[in-house]
């Protein structure tokens, strides 16, 4: 039985969503995404938040059926917003930047971050930490 039909993306239909984003990004310059107050973009994700919590009978069911988990189990996974301390690990490879991909959706939560970078690469997560001290981050 199919449910449902997904194209798989060509080489053509990614240049063509990469275009699309640059014009996007690029659009109204003093308004676009990248110079927005973190106010602007807070109110666009509660926004989004909003309407999962809306939706989550139905994004429960459609998860259930598109990953084979348990109803219940993804029902639960809707209302999984954990706030509280998270401990974080960097690879060697990319320390800063997989570090920044980490820690920056952890404070936006209001957790409280633990970085362990890893003992081959860790002197620009120690920079990482410096600067969250200089800009007086609790």
Do not use: H, Q
């Not at 039909?5 to 990004?25: H, K, N, Q, S």
């Amino acid at each position: 039985m199919i449910l449902w039909d997904i194209p798989a993306a060509t080489g053509e239909d990614v240049e063509l969503a990469v275009d699309a984003a640059r014009r996007a990004f690029a659009r109204n310059k003093e308004a676009n995404w990248v110079n927005a107050p973190g106010v602007v973009r807070a109110k666009y994700l509660r926004a989004i938040a909003a309407k999962i919590r809306e939706r989550k009978s139905e994004l429960a069911k459609l998860e259930a059926i598109d990953s084979g988990k348990p109803l219940d189990e993804t029902t639960w996974d809707i209302d999984d917003e954990p706030v509280g301390v998270v401990g974080l690990i960097t690879p060697w490879n990319y320390p800063l930047l997989l570090a920044t991909w980490k820690v920056a959706p952890a404070l936006a939560a209001g957790c409280a971050a633990i970085l362990k970078p890893s003992e081959l690469a860790s002197v620009t997560c120690l920079e990482l930490a410096d600067v969250c001290i200089e800009v007086g981050l609790p």
